[in-house]
């Protein structure tokens, strides 16, 4: 588990934050209430974040964030200190945020930069910028807020990397740079990717009004001037990954299956449908499969509700692990399930089958009763495509039920 570690002299403050920071988040927390004690937890230990006071008994002119920062650890400071030079100077040292304490809210305020802080870690920023001082800069302004970063000095070198790097989620560009200025990399970006798929960013130092809104209206997520403060640079980053995060959220929640967080049958349509059309233009060979748990009815009334659910899990686990990430694999609800295998000849396709079925057939799920329950799946395969995709499936869901008349636990095709 990643650690924490207060260092606050102020012993009712720091436990009432330990506390919070232990319930609300997945943390082991420890606490220093003098520089000294902190120099002993960081010989020990390596944190994920350290948050400091700069007025310690041992150290009361803000001694202890020189340290911490010479140690290599991500700083946060809490102080009571609301002098704006003393303030505009902590904040030109490499740390994340300079918090001033005043009450409760500024607790909850922590607690929220926290989790924000630990999902950066899952998102990369490709940062596009010609000017090397500045460049380093941005990208150790990122990457003390956690994020991967990738560095390019222009746009075209940032559409290769979007090319074969996918899961990037902003793009922070400047805007005057050589080959592909910025707004020409944004129009470019947008050609491939929504707002939804991925956040763009603008940095410029023009002062013409009329160019943050051309960069708006060609599909950047916000614009920011120059120079802009470590606060303000902080804040719209957060808030656009953020804002993606909740579209993500939101259109996962829409396209998933409440049970076994595989793809739905509305969004397998749709999105099938695209594939069909052009797979057929193309004449690229694919294959689908309509998959039924057998004797369902009877596993659940043998091993009830949360029985028959870890069943369907447990073939939901199956075909996501046996299947390729291009692939749609897809719950229709209760014991069915679709699957649309891409690129792939009829033998591949049929092999692909049979396994899955051997190894559903050869799975263990056990109850809440420590009962074994054996299980297996008929499938009906159309390993040929018929003039549309609600036929393509009809074939496959006719094969299936032929399957179940042949006795079960078989893949009947055409």
């Not at 607790?107 to 920023?125: D, E, G």
């Amino acid at each position: 588990m990643e650690r924490i570690l207060i260092i606050e002299d102020n012993k009712t403050l720091a436990k009432l934050m330990a506390k919070k920071i232990s319930s609300e988040l997945n943390f082991e927390v420890d606490v220093a209430y003098k520089m000294s004690e902190a120099k002993l937890f960081l010989k020990m230990y390596k944190y994920f974040l350290t948050l400091t006071d700069l007025n310690l008994p041992d150290a009361p002119e803000g001694e202890i964030v020189d340290y911490i920062l010479e140690k290599d650890n991500h700083v946060l400071i809490l102080s009571a200190n609301i002098d704006k030079d003393f303030r505009a100077k902590m904040l030109k040292k490499n740390i994340i945020d300079y918090v001033n304490k005043s009450g409760m809210n500024d607790i909850n305020y922590i607690i929220q930069t926290i989790r924000r802080l630990h999902k950066n870690k899952n998102h990369k920023i490709l940062l596009v910028e010609d000017s090397v001082v500045f460049r380093k800069q941005m990208q150790a302004m990122l990457e003390n807020m956690f994020f991967k970063v990738i560095t390019v000095a222009h746009g075209e070198e940032a559409l290769g990397i979007l090319s074969t790097i996918p899961d990037i989620s902003l793009v922070l560009t400047d805007y005057h740079m050589p080959v592909i200025d910025g707004l020409e990399l944004t129009q470019e970006i947008r050609k491939t990717y929504t707002k939804n798929d991925l956040a763009v960013i603008v940095m410029s130092g023009d002062n013409d009004e009329e160019t943050t809104a051309l960069f708006l209206k060609n599909g950047a997520n916000d614009y920011i001037k120059k120079p802009f403060s470590k606060e303000e640079f902080s804040c719209r980053i957060n808030n656009s990954i953020e804002a993606l995060e909740n579209i993500h959220a939101i259109t996962n929640h829409a396209n998933r299956d409440f049970l076994t967080g595989l793809y739905n049958r509305r969004y397998f349509f749709e999105n099938a449908a695209k594939y069909f059309d052009e797979a057929v233009y193309n004449s690229e060979s694919f294959a689908i499969a309509m998959i039924n748990i057998d004797n369902f009815k009877k596993i659940r009334d043998n091993y009830g509700h949360e029985g028959s659910e870890k069943v369907i899990n447990g073939v939901a686990d199956i075909l996501r692990a046996n299947t390729n990430q291009n692939d749609i694999v897809a719950r229709f609800g209760g014991e069915d399930f679709c699957v649309l295998v891409k690129n792939t000849t009829p033998a591949s396709a049929l092999s692909i089958f049979e396994r899955l079925r051997e190894k559903v057939q050869n799975s263990v799920t056990i109850s809440d009763k420590a009962q074994e329950i054996r299980f297996t799946v008929s499938i009906g395969a159309s390993l040929k495509n018929e003039d549309t995709l609600e036929e393509t499936v009809n074939q496959a869901d006719m094969l299936l039920y032929n399957a179940k008349l042949g006795g079960k636990n078989q893949v009947v095709h055409n």
